[in-house]
Structure formats: C-alpha cells, structure tokens
C-alpha cells in the first residue's frame, strides 16, 4: 500500500514538474519575461528629433500602404 503511495505521488509531481517547465519555456518563447522598463526607459530619454523621425516614418509607411491598396484596387 505504501509502495502504490509512493508511485503515485512520484507520477502526480512529475506530470506537475513537466506541466510548470512547459509553461515556463512557453512564457520564455513568447517574451513574457522581457524586459518592458528598458523598452520604456529608452522612450523617456529619446530626443524630440529622434521622435520626430520616427513619426514621419510612420507616416510615410502608412502613405505608402494607402498608395499600393489604390494601385491594387485600381487593376
């Protein structure tokens, strides 16, 4: 009876050991663990020009986006 105990409780912590490293490696795949203070922090000390660039480039994509959707439309 002791015997049937043990396996039982051996397979139970296995299958929850397995179960806790699959969720972690799948967190780590996805980028749970990431750091989002640097990502942040490097908005805060961007300068207003840099900014500025990154703005017009967004627009300019999305001019470009609104361009190709009308030549496509167009044919």
């Known amino acids: 009876m002791i015997n049937d105990t043990l396996l039982m409780m051996l397979i139970v912590g296995l299958v929850i050991s ?12 996805g980028g749970q663990f990431d750091d989002g ?3 942040m ?6 300068s ?7 703005y017009k480039k967004e ?5 470009a ?4 959707k009308k030549s496509k439309s167009q044919e």
């Open 65 to 68: 986006k609104k361009e190709q």
């Open 18 to 29: 397995f179960a806790i490293l699959a969720v972690f490696i799948w967190g780590a795949k």
């Open 41 to 46: 922090g490097g908005l805060l000390f961007d």
């Open 48 to 54: 207003t020009d840099d900014l500025n660039d990154a």
């Open 37 to 39: 203070e640097k990502m």
């Open 59 to 63: 627009q300019k994509v999305k001019e």
